[in-house]
């Protein structure tokens, strides 16, 4: 065990010393932060460059009437809007927004049956803001005018709009609430974005590391001393552990950033992410699955590194391997709708897509314990299994050199194992 140990501290030492490791961590931190306090920032970024000042709009109102009842509507609306009367002609005015003197003017008129008839004349259409909240105040007068033909009281109007009365009802005494439902939906995201990238950066991390020592012939002094199956186990182990302690470095800042900017006032982000109804099992099975996941794409990276000579064409290699994480995040992501779903379930039993589509399930749904279990068995057999078949093929692949032809060489790499 001395040399299992020995690889497995060169491993994750080696590793954390790199630049590229400390960067990425402090970006990612700082990134953490940056996103906490985003609303913050951008509401003091909004005040210091003064977006906050009101839109201001020309009105050509040919009606006389619909110029005033839109000020008033604007105010009662609590919209940022100044409307004013254009003293100069249709003509004027599109020139002066030709010349971007002015944002735009809208042209207001009542038709025959007292319709509201408006245009709305801009430079370009990217602004959406500004039309949408005139359009609003303007169906709101609408309303009035109508009501106003057909002799209806603001009471009687009400009336018209009043929204019906829809409860749902859970009759289950496990089911989850409709907030329950909702936070358990953020919260599954999040850690499914966690171990999907987690999975691809450090399986790709192993294979690169195993074909680095290979094109260094590092490889040929490690295997006369060492056997091919403890170097591929202490390689898996020791880079599984420092993506561990990069995860535990991300959780806790991010632990801290939600802690910041929940003080005071609640914005935007601790109220999307509230973790009042976080249950313990969600950040067990998180827990769980996360490790699953990585020892079983871990072994196949490792298995699939020793098969190349150059670190360039690692990714070549690992391609299948990689589309298989992309194929079980897209089948997550389309089951946080709906994680009843027929297809969905079978996912959730396919070892290569339980860590994402299993982990969806079992968040936000109230499973039977043979469920998850299940699939976290299989998933240890089809572990135990990789690890079997990937230490005859890393026994003879990290033999191989030359130019690899893709996964052909797998039989080669087995018989070379033999010998």
């Given at each position: 065990m001395r040399e299992f140990w020995i690889i497995?501290?060169?491993?994750?030492?080696?590793?954390?010393?790199?630049?590229?490791?400390?960067?990425?961590?402090?970006?990612?931190?700082?990134?953490?932060?940056?996103?906490?306090?985003l609303p913050s920032l951008i509401s003091s970024v909004s005040k210091l460059i003064g977006d906050g000042e009101e839109d201001k709009v020309l009105v050509l109102d040919d009606s006389g009437v619909l110029l005033e009842r839109l000020q008033q509507q604007l105010k009662l609306s609590d919209e940022e809007i100044a409307v004013e009367s254009a003293n100069e002609t249709k003509e004027q005015l599109e020139k002066q927004v030709e010349e971007e003197k002015i944002d735009g003017f809208i042209e207001l008129n009542l038709d025959a049956s007292q319709t509201i008839q408006a245009t709305y004349t801009s430079a370009s259409s990217v602004?959406?803001?500004?039309?949408?909240?005139?359009?609003?105040?303007?169906?709101?007068?609408?309303?009035?005018?109508?009501?106003?033909?057909?002799?209806?009281?603001?009471?009687?109007?009400?009336?018209?709009?009043?929204?019906?009365?829809?409860?749902?009802?859970n009759i289950s005494a496990s089911a989850k609430s409709e907030e329950e439902l909702n936070q358990a939906r953020v919260l599954v995201y999040v850690l499914m974005f966690v171990i999907y990238f987690a999975v691809i950066i450090y399986s790709s991390m192993i294979a690169t590391e195993v074909a680095t020592e290979k094109s260094s012939r590092v490889m040929e002094i490690l295997i006369s001393s060492v056997s091919p199956v403890k170097h591929m186990f202490a390689k898996v182990l020791g880079i599984g552990s420092l993506g561990i302690v990069q995860i535990l470095v991300y959780g806790l800042a991010g632990l801290i950033a939600y802690k910041v900017s929940s003080i005071g006032e609640e914005n935007d982000f601790s109220a999307f992410f509230s973790l009042e109804n976080l249950q313990v099992s969600t950040l067990v099975y998180a827990v769980v699955f996360f490790l699953l996941g990585y020892f079983l794409y871990a072994t196949l990276a490792a298995l699939l590194g020793s098969l190349v000579s150059r670190t360039e064409d690692v990714q070549q290699m690992i391609m299948p391997m990689s589309l298989l994480v992309v194929a079980a995040f897209i089948i997550a992501a389309t089951g946080l709708g709906n994680p009843e779903m027929g297809y969905i379930k079978i996912a959730s039993f396919v070892p290569f897509f339980a860590p994402l589509v299993m982990f969806l399930r079992v968040g936000m749904l109230d499973l039977p314990l043979w469920e998850p279990l299940l699939s976290i068995?299989?998933?240890?057999?089809?572990?135990?299994?990789?690890?079997?078949?990937?230490?005859?093929?890393?026994?003879?692949?990290v033999l191989m050199y030359g130019p690899s032809r893709s996964l052909k060489d797998l039989k080669k790499a087995i018989q070379l194992g033999k010998e």
């Amino acid at each position: 065990m001395r040399e299992f140990w020995i690889i497995f501290k060169q491993s994750f030492v080696t590793k954390a010393k790199t630049k590229s490791f400390f960067i990425t961590t402090l970006i990612m931190v700082a990134g953490i932060f940056l996103f906490a306090n985003l609303p913050s920032l951008i509401s003091s970024v909004s005040k210091l460059i003064g977006d906050g000042e009101e839109d201001k709009v020309l009105v050509l109102d040919d009606s006389g009437v619909l110029l005033e009842r839109l000020q008033q509507q604007l105010k009662l609306s609590d919209e940022e809007i100044a409307v004013e009367s254009a003293n100069e002609t249709k003509e004027q005015l599109e020139k002066q927004v030709e010349e971007e003197k002015i944002d735009g003017f809208i042209e207001l008129n009542l038709d025959a049956s007292q319709t509201i008839q408006a245009t709305y004349t801009s430079a370009s259409s990217v602004d959406q803001y500004l039309p949408s909240s005139l359009q609003d105040a303007l169906q709101s007068i609408q309303t009035e005018v109508k009501a106003e033909q057909l002799s209806l009281s603001g009471e009687e109007v009400a009336t018209l709009f009043t929204p019906i009365h829809f409860e749902k009802k859970n009759i289950s005494a496990s089911a989850k609430s409709e907030e329950e439902l909702n936070q358990a939906r953020v919260l599954v995201y999040v850690l499914m974005f966690v171990i999907y990238f987690a999975v691809i950066i450090y399986s790709s991390m192993i294979a690169t590391e195993v074909a680095t020592e290979k094109s260094s012939r590092v490889m040929e002094i490690l295997i006369s001393s060492v056997s091919p199956v403890k170097h591929m186990f202490a390689k898996v182990l020791g880079i599984g552990s420092l993506g561990i302690v990069q995860i535990l470095v991300y959780g806790l800042a991010g632990l801290i950033a939600y802690k910041v900017s929940s003080i005071g006032e609640e914005n935007d982000f601790s109220a999307f992410f509230s973790l009042e109804n976080l249950q313990v099992s969600t950040l067990v099975y998180a827990v769980v699955f996360f490790l699953l996941g990585y020892f079983l794409y871990a072994t196949l990276a490792a298995l699939l590194g020793s098969l190349v000579s150059r670190t360039e064409d690692v990714q070549q290699m690992i391609m299948p391997m990689s589309l298989l994480v992309v194929a079980a995040f897209i089948i997550a992501a389309t089951g946080l709708g709906n994680p009843e779903m027929g297809y969905i379930k079978i996912a959730s039993f396919v070892p290569f897509f339980a860590p994402l589509v299993m982990f969806l399930r079992v968040g936000m749904l109230d499973l039977p314990l043979w469920e998850p279990l299940l699939s976290i068995g299989i998933m240890v057999v089809t572990i135990a299994l990789l690890g079997w078949f990937g230490a005859k093929v890393y026994r003879g692949g990290v033999l191989m050199y030359g130019p690899s032809r893709s996964l052909k060489d797998l039989k080669k790499a087995i018989q070379l194992g033999k010998e």
